[in-house]
């Protein structure tokens, strides 16, 4: 299977809190994205980091690519109960059209 | 209009009927796909559809039937499914060869097969 791994599966915090998630994957891309799903309806798109960037911010949220051991970290600073949902990073394999590769996925709970 | 649509958002359906899946979407995407999702997992790629000629079939049985009537639809045909196939089915659409594109995704369609 080319599905990246995450994790944690599941991380739980407080409000206010920052949260780090991990994904790892085995092929060589073109781009990878984080999704975020609520309750499991859609997916809502976070942040695009293109393989040959290493940091990209937006708001709150910073992500890290490291191309050379296939991994790509996902933080999200000063937690909102708001920002309850799963996390999902995607890899968009270069094979000349857009084809996103889901990792597993990573449970935030985050508590008042 | 960053919208993309899916009706119905819940179906039961016996294994026995025929029903379809709709997706629509009006920001001018001519790639649209179709993704499968059972609970606690990451969404699977089930066909892609690009200037509405289907261009990835992730070796999907049969019994599901994909159609692009045009630029704005999509649609998945169901036919003899079985409980296994019991999942959210979501619809995406991007722009094609965006090369670093976002992929839009609908609510899903959360189905049961009885």
């Known amino acids: 299977s080319q599905q990246g791994e995450e994790d944690p599966q599941a991380l739980s915090i407080q409000e206010g809190e920052n949260a780090t998630m991990n994904c790892s994957y085995k092929?060589?891309?073109?781009?990878l994205q984080w999704y975020r799903q609520n309750s499991g309806r859609g997916l809502v798109h976070l942040i695009l980091?293109?393989?040959?960037?290493r940091e990209k911010h937006s708001g709150r949220l910073r992500v890290t690519l490291d191309t050379s051991k296939k991994s790509s970290s996902l933080l999200i600073t000063a937690s909102r109960a708001a920002d309850t949902a799963s996390y999902f990073c995607?890899?968009?394999?270069?094979?000349?059209?857009?084809?996103?590769?889901f990792g597993t996925g990573t449970r935030l709970l985050v508590s008042p | 209009d960053t919208e993309v649509t899916q009706t119905p958002k819940h179906l039961v359906m016996g294994m026995t009927n025929k029903k379809s899946l709709k997706c629509e979407q009006h920001m001018g995407h001519r790639a649209m796909y179709w993704y499968k999702q059972k609970a606690k997992k990451p969404p699977e790629l089930m066909f892609v559809?690009?200037?509405?000629?289907?261009?990835i079939n992730e070796s999907v049985p049969s019994r599901f039937s994909p159609e692009c009537p045009n630029s704005s639809l999509l649609n998945l045909h169901l036919h003899a499914l079985q409980p296994e196939d019991s999942a959210l089915y979501l619809c995406a659409s991007s722009q094609v060869f965006g090369g670093n594109t976002e992929a839009f995704f609908g609510q899903g369609t959360r189905l049961t097969v009885v």
């Open positions: 092929t060589s891309i073109n781009n």
């Open positions: 559809y690009s200037y509405e000629k289907l261009s």
């Open positions: 980091i293109r393989s040959n960037e």
């Open positions: 995607a890899t968009d394999l270069n094979t000349g059209f857009q084809k996103l590769v």
